[in-house]
């Protein structure tokens, strides 16, 4: 089986990239399925309904979240009935929404999303290690694969919680830093590993917003508003190729795609 999984979806610029590029990167690498991050597809912060029906239009199967889940406030009217959308699973709970996603693959194949949160720099959540352990327990028996999209800051935390989990999940992909690494791997227990995916969006940009509304705040330490930069679209993701007969991954591919203009 062959899953490609998008970096953050950064914007309306993340949106048209997955529009138009996600159909040509299924048709030309087989892929069976497709999931993406998609906390900053509503202008580069939050989620809101129109965008994420759009980017579940362009062919996502489901979704994870991260730190910027609740920014858009209408969320909580439909955040509970949305079964496609996994939100951080560590935060403190009672918590509205899915700690978890399963969705049929093709043949059945139950494929588990489990979104959790770094601790390190970031604002104070559950111990992403221990609800991984607890949410697995949860999963015991329903799911075949279990991909889980790590939202954090630090690299060295990605990375433990990479080998902690190594053998026991299919994968644990790094989001949220917008900068692709070049670390992909299949660690020696079978679990596809990489620091970052990367985004999705515009990458002549500064993690995707304007180069020179940063470049000002930098300069002034001032509040300024930010918005998407339009430059440099650019699909990142991986593909994640899984023995059927264990679950476990065979392969970790990076994806780096741009989006070519057209006169």
């Given at each position: 089986m062959r899953i490609l999984y998008s970096g953050d979806i950064f914007g309306r610029p993340g949106?048209?990239?997955?529009?138009?590029?996600?159909?040509?990167?299924?048709?030309?690498?087989g892929i069976d399925i497709v999931f993406a991050n998609v906390e900053n597809v509503s202008g580069g912060?939050?989620?809101?309904?129109?965008?994420?029906?759009?980017v579940l239009a362009s062919g996502v199967a489901a979704c994870t979240a991260g730190n910027h889940t609740w920014h858009n406030k209408e969320i909580l009217?439909?955040?509970?009935?949305?079964?496609?959308?996994?939100?951080?699973?560590?935060?403190?709970?009672?918590?509205?929404?899915?700690d978890h996603v399963i969705v049929a693959g093709p043949g059945g194949v139950r494929i588990a999303l489990v979104n959790l949160l770094g601790r390190?720099?970031?604002?104070?959540v559950d111990c992403p290690f221990r609800k991984a352990d607890a949410m697995l327990e949860k999963l015991a028996g329903k799911a075949d694969i279990i991909l889980v999209d790590f939202h954090a800051e630090a690299t060295s935390e990605k990375m433990a919680?990479?080998?902690?989990?190594?053998?026991?999940?299919?994968?644990?992909?790094?989001?949220?830093t917008h900068v692709q690494t070049a670390d992909e791997r299949v660690l020696k227990g079978g679990t596809a590993f990489i620091t970052d995916m990367g985004m999705s969006g515009p990458h002549e940009s500064?993690?995707?917003?304007?180069?020179?509304?940063?470049?000002?705040?930098?300069l002034t330490a001032?509040?300024?508003?930010?918005s998407p930069s339009q430059e440099g679209l650019m699909f990142n993701g991986v593909i994640i190729d899984v023995n059927e007969s264990d679950w476990r991954a065979l392969s970790i591919e990076r994806v780096r795609m741009p989006l070519e203009k057209t006169e």
């Open positions: 949106r048209q990239v997955v529009k138009e590029l996600v159909p040509a990167i299924v048709a030309a690498k912060a939050g989620i809101d309904r129109k965008r994420l029906d759009e009217e439909w955040i509970d009935a949305e079964s496609r959308l996994a939100r951080p699973a560590n935060l403190p709970e009672p918590c509205p929404g899915n390190l720099f970031m604002e104070p919680l990479g080998y902690y989990l190594d053998g026991r999940v299919t994968a644990v992909l790094g989001t949220h500064i993690i995707g917003v304007s180069i020179a509304e940063v470049t000002t705040r930098f001032r509040p300024i508003r930010y």
